[in-house]
């Protein structure tokens, strides 16, 4: 009778022959962490058939309130992890998958991005300008572009960067939708590109390469995180306010300026389904109705 890591190694290589890159990468990184989490409560002995839906749903409580994951996020675990027992289900004499009525709590914490005060914007990228290129380029690509900050950004390469199209490529292999799109490349940030020598350096460099400058191998986002926290506290800018903080401040931004069409934002957003941008205006940008906020007045008034 297989454990849970024992079996593992054999689902993963079917897997890796027959699933786009990206998806093999989440099985892999999302069994991972069950591996251990089965490790740390003395269950990684335990075979396959044995492992009990209260074990299951354990597993989802610490995902969702120690690890602060949405419910989205869970369920890609939950499919994941799922697909591994079924894998094996008839080999291993599973008589039943111990995933029923899995729910997923409530996170402890709201982890979306927070927007960057106007008061606080211009004088925080300012001083990040002067004195740290690279991560003001960061800054900019998502605030410009859209771009996230983590595969998306950190892969992007000089022959990425379009100046005569006017477009930025983000590659299906580090998209958070899987698919490949093209940023828009506003005049203020092709103009800080050519700034900053993409235009005319080799096209196989990373962009956000190690030491502040493009190079063979890219930085970690970690390393980007940690100098703009630096400048964050010198600003005296609440801890609420993250480098994803810049994707969600340009893109309210935008929004609030009504220069775009609900498609137009779509694609800048690089979301796969109009509903997600929909839900995005009104859940994360915090968009409301204007005529109701500017226009009613109630009988006191």
Known sequence: MKTFDEGLPQFLSRKQISVHPKTYNGYVSKTKVFSLWLKDHG??????????????????????????????????????????????????????LPFRNISYPIKKRDC?????????QKALLDDIRKNDPQLFLACMCQYSAAIRPGREMLNLKVKDFDFSGGTIKVSLLTAKTGKSRYADFTTELMQYCREYGIENADRELYVFGKKGKMGNKPISENMLRYRFNQFRTKHGISTEIKLYSLKHTGLTDLINSKLVSLPQLQKHCGHTRLSSTEHYILVHAGVTNEVIRNEFRSIIG
């Open 43 to 96: 269950l990684s002995q335990k075979p396959l058939r044995e492992l009990t839906n209260d074990n299951i749903a354990d597993f989802f409580v610490y995902i969702a309130r120690d690890k602060d994951l949405d419910r989205p996020t869970c369920e890609k675990y939950c499919n994941n992890i799922k697909a591994v027992f079924q894998f094996f289900e008839e080999s291993e004499g599973i008589t039943k």
């Open 112 to 120: 979306a991005p927070k927007y960057i005060p106007k008061e606080k």
